[in-house]
């Protein structure tokens, strides 16, 4: 018979155990989070937007009909339970119906991301080429084809040949004959779908995919493409948005009027 001590006993007990699963189960997702190296499926967030609004349902893993996303376990250096590939495994088909994303329920994955707006239906369309899964960086000194042998898996690999990864052939001078073939990624193309780590044929792959913000640096407001219509416009967004643009502009005035620094006094 249980006695009141041994049941009192009984939930201090479970009491601490779960405190103790609660600070292990803490620990183990702050540890997991401070990576930043999981690739995330079409249409995600930003990662740390990502960690919050994702509910670890798996749904998405489900609808992957290749089975390229899992879920992240102990080990896996990303927060446990939410979905995440590695394309030297198994990397994305690049399904045009992109089947992970509509089923995500709390908008981890926006469909907004990987669609593109009909100009005349005024309706979204899924575009997986929008996807900015991550981006493919090519190490130089272990792919083959920067020493002169003949390798274009990656280029034949890629799902947007000639766009996202295209071929610089450059004159072998060593030996007056041979061309080399190097592959080059444009990073604005690129969907970080893997299928190019994938193919690889070194040991271990010479072109790898990276989350993007972890490869690519940011310019800052204040450098302008002179060249594109559209960036100049954002140059004068940034310049009504200062409220001492005139004051700036009288000054420089005053400084380029050469007035009172070349006169006939002196």
């Known amino acids: 018979m249980t006695t009141r001590r041994d049941a009192l006993k009984s939930m201090f007990q479970g009491a601490g155990y779960l405190a103790l699963g609660g600070m292990f189960w803490g620990e183990l997702v702050e540890n997991a989070s401070a990576s930043p190296l999981a690739l995330r499926p079409p249409g995600a967030l930003p990662e740390n937007q990502f960690t919050k609004a994702c509910i670890k349902c798996g749904v998405c893993v489900e609808a992957c009909p290749y089975d390229t996303l899992k879920l992240a376990q102990d080990g896996d250096n990303t927060v446990v339970g939410t979905p995440h590939f590695e394309p030297r495994d198994v990397a994305c088909a690049m399904c045009t119906d992109i089947p992970c994303v509509p089923v995500c329920p709390s908008g981890a994955l926006d469909i907004n991301l990987v669609s593109v707006l009909n100009k005349e239906t005024k309706e979204q369309k899924l575009d997986i080429n929008k996807a900015k899964m991550g981006l493919a960086v090519i190490n130089k000194e272990s792919c083959v084809a920067f020493w002169g042998i003949q390798c274009d898996a990656c280029y034949r690999a890629c799902p947007l040949m000639d766009e996202a990864i295209f071929i610089d052939y450059e004159k072998n001078e060593r030996t007056g004959k041979h061309a080399y073939l190097k592959p080059v990624v444009n990073g604005d193309a690129c969907t970080g779908c893997g299928l190019c780590e994938h193919a690889c044929i070194t040991e271990q792959p010479a ?21 594109e219509k559209e960036d100049e416009k954002r140059l004068k967004e940034v310049d009504e948005t200062r409220s001492d643009d005139a004051d700036v502009g009288s000054a420089m005035d005053y400084l380029n009027s050469g007035d009172d620094i070349f006169n006939d006094d002196f």
């Open 207 to 227: 072109i790898k995919v990276f989350p993007v913000d972890l490869v690519t640096g940011k310019v800052g407001d204040h450098y302008i493409k002179g060249w």
